[in-house]
């Protein structure tokens, strides 16, 4: 399968707590991006990149929380000294920016559970 | 502020009936428009999306939307419902300022057999 891939698929995690995600986009896409998902809502954007250069961060993404795709590649999403309420789905999606407006592909997500 | 309105929480219908999942925009200017559907447990798919041109879009499973300019519209439609249609569907918007999707808060729809 080619599509967006994301580990862990689960974390569970205690306050206070660093954890770190991976996402690896569908190889030709030169854009990727995060989002946050909590229950009963819809994706919430948090960042992204084209290539290996984040472009927008949301104000959503406090300093506790760090993006970095070093080799304009995989992409790693890293909470510090997590909190009870960073509790949330976490998708990754890629796109291949030509013109127009390309379509995101999100993959699985990652659910955190912090306890 | 750019956002999108999904206002039916849930969606109810029999299978081979059609089905209706409305969406409203507000956008500045041009809109680029999306449908995504969510299974439990897992991302989103992409259905469809409206960047311009013909106001019927055709999508994925057999789904469709509407883009209606006047009534700053997005409805996604199926002309006969399957049971294994029921999921989560998410309208969205791309900011215009950058590139980044704008998602409602979601509808469910549930096909009954």
């Known amino acids: 399968d080619t599509g967006v891939s994301q580990d862990p698929r689960h974390k569970i995690t205690k306050r206070g707590q660093n954890v770190t995600f991976r996402c690896d986009p569908i190889?030709?896409?030169?854009?990727l991006y995060w989002y946050r998902q909590t229950l009963g809502q819809g994706p919430e954007f948090l960042t992204y990149?084209?290539?290996?250069?984040?472009?927008?961060k949301s104000r959503l993404l406090s300093d506790r929380f760090s993006a970095e795709r070093p080799k304009g590649s995989f992409s790693t999403l890293e909470i510090q000294r997590t909190e009870q309420g960073d509790s949330a789905m976490y998708l990754c999606?890629?796109?291949?920016?030509?013109?127009?407006?390309?379509?995101?592909?999100f993959g699985p997500g990652t659910r955190l559970t912090v306890t | 502020a750019q956002s999108v309105a999904q206002p039916e929480d849930q969606v109810n219908v029999a299978e081979g009936n059609p089905l209706t999942v409305k969406c409203t925009y507000s956008v500045s200017g041009n809109p680029y428009l999306f449908w995504y559907v969510q299974y439990p447990n897992r991302g989103l798919q992409f259905l469809l999306k409206?960047?311009?041109?013909?106001?019927l879009v055709k999508g994925s499973y057999g789904f469709e939307a509407e883009f209606n300019k006047s009534q700053t519209s997005f409805h996604l439609k199926k002309p006969s419902a399957l049971v294994s249609d029921s999921a989560l569907y998410f309208c969205a918007v791309r900011d215009i300022w950058a590139d980044k999707l704008i998602f409602g808060t979601g509808t469910r729809l549930q096909v009954f057999p």
């Open positions: 190889s030709e896409h030169n854009r």
């Open positions: 409206y960047i311009t041109g013909d106001n």
């Open positions: 999606a890629s796109s291949q920016r030509t013109s127009g407006s390309g379509e995101q592909y």
């Open positions: 990149f084209q290539n290996e250069a984040q472009l927008e």
